[in-house]
């Protein structure tokens, strides 16, 4: 494994945690590497493997893997701590399905693995990782035996890297179960990798609220893709629920509602959220619980305040909706945006509206997707619950 030098400015960040670098905190070139090569980098006062590719468009050139240690090659490394996940998965009781791989959080950047009832998608992102697909594809197997197996690679992400596109894997329908609730998501739907495991303990946390509080008659369930949250509210007590997206969702609800004994209970709207919310407002709708759950607004730190503008707006709208005592759920995937961040959007909507509210709860990612700290690259989902009075 060849050594690659930083510079002293790079070389201090990297002892201090910092993980990615660019072609610009390297000394000399590093054009003689073959993409994904695996170097050796050293920090102050100890050494870190990590993988270069002076070929990527949009993103780092190198990245750090972990602290150098007993093992030197590439693949052992990633197996060991491909099996250090899964062991650690492991522990939690009543994760079933989980992401096992969530990329350098997990010291393997670029590598996300999803576990269902029926198969294993993994998505790979990164030059260092790709060139043992094959490997962690056959290791999985040896884990997962009676689960199928399927590369899901996302091709936006691997053109940032100069990656080849290989035609996906064929899949049948998604089996998943969380929280004790089952979902099928047919193949010609499915987001991102699969599901939205990432908000779990959120959504359980809500369900236990909901118990212990007095019985509502009526929510909505705002981006819903399969309507996690909305099954959620209705085993916690809600009598009736609409679920909200602009995909094409109806079947994925429909038969989530029927799997799960709450038939009849839901009703599936396909519309751009805003705009439905408008209709609402101009037809006098009165909800006891609003759930929302938007995909990220910003991809990007430099577009955070366009992001929090949108928070917002969300939010303005959709507390006019509440009926008094009513309760507001916000939750946000988009990275950058705080606890406080989101909090004060709520806030400022409220305002506007000359509600007050009460903050119950709040939340942050569930036990599969580790993060270090909340300033952590990692940490991307925040859950806030409210009370909202007239």
Known sequence: MKKLLLSKDATKRLSHGKHDFYLRDFEGSVRSFQPGEWVEVEGTNESFHGFVNSFVTSGPNLRIVGKKGSLSDPLEILLAKIQFCYDHRKQFIGYDNYRLCFGEA?????????????????????????????????????????????????????????????ESDLINDVKVFENNFKYTISKETIQKIGYYFDHRENRKKLEDFLKRFPTLTRGMDLFSYVGSWGLHLLRGGVEKVEFVDQ??????????????????????????????????????ERFDIIVSDPPAFSKSGKNLGKALGGYEKLHHK????????????????????????LDQTVNKAAKRLNKNIMLLDTGVQGWDHPFKSFKSNSFYIKYLLYQVYE
């Open 106 to 166: 997990d010291g393997l950047p670029g590598l996300i693995i999803d576990t269902f009832e029926n198969c294993i998608l993994m998505q790979i992102n990164t030059a260092g990782i790709d060139k043992f697909r094959e490997q962690i594809k056959s290791y999985l197997k040896n884990l997962y035996k009676e689960k199928e197996i399927c590369f899901f690679d996302n091709p936006k992400y691997r053109e940032r890297e100069v990656l080849p596109e290989f």
């Open 318 to 341: 959709s507390l006019q909706l509440l009926n008094d005592k009513g309760l507001y759920v916000a939750a946000s995937c988009t990275h950058g945006v705080s606890l406080e961040d």
């Open 247 to 284: 995909a094409n969702m109806e079947s994925n609800t429909n038969s989530a509602l029927e799997e799960n004994g709450f038939l009849g209970r839901g009703q599936f709207i396909r519309k751009d959220v805003f705009a439905h919310l408008d209709l609402c407002i101009q037809n006098h």
